[in-house]
């Protein structure tokens, strides 16, 4: 039986305003926090990007200047 997301298509705002018409229920709650889920995975994964490069970047720096210190 395959069973496909009917709220997979709305845009985030149809989403929002079907969920304000429908009121309480638990599938347009359930598709936010699907979505949710999924943008902050991606979200995750970039910041660890840029974490690791920042690292990268402050050890270049670190031994250029420990390179051209007075001895």
Do not use: C, Y
């Not at 598709?31 to 690292?55: D, F």
């Amino acid at each position: 039986m395959d069973r496909k997301n009917p709220l997979a298509d709305l845009s985030d705002d149809e989403l929002v305003a079907e969920h304000t018409i429908q009121g309480a229920n638990s599938h347009f709650l359930s598709e936010m926090l699907r979505r949710h889920k999924n943008a902050s995975e991606v979200i995750g994964k970039r910041i660890w990007l840029l974490n690791l490069l920042i690292v990268i970047l402050t050890l270049i720096l670190a031994v250029d200047v420990i390179l051209k210190w007075p001895h």
